[in-house]
C-alpha cells in the first residue's frame, strides 16, 4: 500500500468575522489511520472537521485530497472552492453529524439511497442492494421501510452511519456522533463506529468519549485555542500527556471515574 | 322595512350569471398557477447564492406588495396600451394584475417556509455531494411545501376572492354579469346577494377542509 496521505493539511485557518477559530493547522491522514479529536468547547475541533469536507470553507491553507488539492488559486483573494469540485470531494469524505440531520420526510431506504441515486445516478436496482447491505452493517435492515420520526436517536445516527458509507468514501468524518443520544444509546452507535474502524476504514472523530478513544483510535489529536496542542499513539497522549493543557482536560474528564 | 324579495329575476337570468362564474374560475385558475408559480421563482431567486438574482426579486416582490391590485390592473388595461403598440383584454390585464400580486404576496411564503427547514438538512445534503439545486428541490422543498400548505391555501382564496376586481374593467365574471342582471332588472340586493352567497358556498368548504389539513399536519410533526 501507498504511503500517500489520503488528506493532507497544511496551515489551515478559519475566522468567523473578528473570531479567529483555527490558527494553523497541520495533519497527514494516513490510510486507515483512526484519528480521534479531542478537546474543550471552543476549542475548534469541530469547526476542524467541518473544514474538511467544505462544511466550512477554510480562510487559509491548503486541503490536498487524494494528491488533489482542493479549490483554485486566484491572485491576491481568498481560495475558491467551485461546487463542482467540493460534490466530488464529498462524496470521498462522508460526514456524520451530532444531530443526524437525517431527511425526515424519506424513508430510511430513501436516505440511503439518495446520495446513491441523485449524486451518483446508480440504478434503482442496485443502489436499493446496496443500501440493505449498509442498512445490514449497522444492524438496520428491518428498518429500511420506516420514516427516521419512528426511530430512537441511535438508529437514526446508524441510519445516518450508512446513508455516509453507502457512497463508498475513502475517509469519514464523526462529528460529536454520540453527543445527541441519551447515555444508554451511546453504545450501539460507538459498537458501529469500532465495527468500521476494525475494517480498517480512514476516519477522524471529534468526541468527549476518551475511552473510546484510547481503545479504538490509533492516533489522538488534542485541541485548544484553533491549533492542535498535542498529537501521538493514545497511549502516549493519554496516559501520559506532555502538554498541560491536555493534562488538564484529561484530568476534568477522569474526575469521576472510578 | 317592507321589501319584497324577488329572486326570479336572478333565477330567469342564471345563464349570464353562470357563464359569469365560469369566467370567475377561469381567471382564478389563471392567476393561481402563474402566480404561484413565478411565486415560487420569485421566492427562490431571493433565497438565491447569486446576488444578481436577489435584488432583481427583491425589487418585484416589494413593488408589487406595495400597490394596489386595482391600480396594477388599470394600468396594465389602460395605460399599456398607450406605451405598447397592442391591444390588451380584459381577461389578460385583470389576470396579469392579480397574478403579479400573488407571485410577490407567495414569494413571501415560499422564502419563509424554505428558511424555516434546519440548515442541518442542507448540510446533510452537501455531505452526500448533492448540488445547491438538488438539495432545494429533494430535500427543502418538500419539507417546506408541507408547512407552507395552510398558507397557500389562504393565498387561494384572496385570489379568488381578488378576481371580482376584474370586473372594473368590464371583465364578464360573476360579479360583472350580476350588475348587468342587477341594472336590466332594477334588483341589486337579490343580483348581489346571489353573487355573495356563491362565493360563500365555493370557499367556506375549502376553509374548512384547510382547517383539517392545519390539524393533520401539526399532529405529523
Known amino acids: ?258 | 322595512m317592507d321589501y319584497v324579495w324577488d329572486f326570479g329575476s336572478v333565477w330567469e337570468y342564471r345563464a349570464a350569471l353562470w357563464t359569469g362564474l365560469i369566467n370567475t374560475v377561469r381567471i382564478f385558475a389563471i392567476c393561481f398557477v402563474t402566480g404561484l408559480s413565478l411565486g415560487l421563482m420569485m421566492g427562490l431567486a431571493r433565497y438565491s447564492v447569486r446576488r444578481w438574482l436577489r435584488w432583481p426579486a427583491a425589487c418585484f416582490i416589494e413593488f408589487f406588495r406595495n400597490t394596489p391590485v386595482l391600480v396594477q390592473i388599470f394600468w396594465f388595461y389602460f395605460a399599456f396600451p398607450i406605451l405598447a403598440p397592442f391591444e390588451i383584454s380584459a381577461l389578460m390585464a385583470a389576470a396579469l394584475g392579480i397574478t403579479l400580486n400573488s407571485a410577490a404576496f407567495s414569494a413571501e411564503i415560499f422564502r419563509g417556509g424554505i428558511q424555516s427547514i434546519d440548515p442541518g438538512q442542507w448540510e446533510a445534503g452537501r455531505a452526500i455531494g448533492m448540488r445547491h439545486r438538488e438539495i432545494m428541490a429533494r430535500i427543502i422543498l418538500p419539507q417546506a411545501v408541507r408547512r407552507m400548505l395552510p398558507a397557500l391555501t389562504n393565498r387561494g382564496i384572496e385570489i379568488f376572492k381578488m378576481t371580482t376586481l376584474a370586473s372594473a374593467i368590464a371583465y364578464a365574471d360573476v360579479l360583472h354579469q350580476a350588475r348587468l342582471i342587477a341594472s336590466v332588472n332594477y334588483n341589486p340586493i337579490e343580483a348581489y346577494t346571489v353573487v355573495a352567497i356563491a362565493f360563500f358556498v365555493i370557499l367556506y368548504p375549502i376553509v374548512r377542509a384547510t382547517y383539517v389539513l392545519e390539524r393533520r399536519m401539526a399532529k405529523g410533526d
Open chain 1, 1 to 258: 500500500m501507498s504511503e500517500n496521505p489520503i488528506l493532507t493539511i497544511r496551515d489551515l485557518h478559519k475566522s468567523f468575522g473578528d473570531n479567529h477559530v483555527l490558527r494553523g493547522i497541520d495533519l497527514d491522514v494516513k490510510q486507515g489511520d483512526c484519528i480521534a479529536i479531542l478537546g474543550a468547547s471552543g476549542s475548534g475541533k469541530s469547526t476542524f472537521l467541518r473544514c474538511l469536507n467544505f462544511m466550512e470553507t477554510p480562510s487559509d491553507g491548503e486541503i490536498t485530497h487524494a494528491g488533489k488539492t482542493i479549490g483554485t488559486v486566484r491572485a491576491g483573494k481568498p481560495r475558491h472552492y467551485p461546487e463542482a469540485e467540493l460534490t466530488k470531494v464529498r462524496q470521498k469524505v462522508g460526514m456524520v453529524f451530532q444531530q443526524f440531520n437525517l431527511f425526515p420526510h424519506m424513508t430510511v431506504l430513501g436516505n440511503v439511497i439518495e446520495g446513491l441515486r441523485i449524486v451518483q445516478g446508480m440504478d434503482k436496482a442496485s443502489a436499493q442492494t446496496r443500501a440493505h447491505d449498509e442498512l445490514a452493517r449497522v444492524g438496520l435492515a428491518e428498518k429500511a421501510n420506516e420514516y427516521p420520526s419512528r426511530l430512537s436517536g441511535g438508529q437514526k445516527q446508524r441510519v445516518a452511519i450508512a446513508r455516509a458509507l453507502a457512497l463508498a468514501p475513502d475517509l469519514m468524518l464523526f462529528d460529536e456522533p454520540t453527543s445527541a443520544l441519551d447515555p444508554e444509546l451511546v453504545g450501539e452507535v460507538l459498537n458501529v463506529i469500532r465495527g468500521i474502524a476494525d475494517e480498517g476504514r480512514t476516519m477522524l472523530l471529534v468526541t468527549h468519549e476518551v475511552g473510546f478513544a484510547y481503545h479504538v483510535a490509533n492516533r489522538v489529536i488534542f485541541m485548544a485555542d484553533g491549533v492542535i496542542q498535542e498529537e501521538g499513539p493514545p497511549e502516549q497522549v493519554l496516559k501520559n500527556p506532555q502538554n498541560p493543557r491536555t493534562q488538564a482536560f484529561l484530568a476534568r474528564h477522569k474526575q469521576f471515574e472510578f
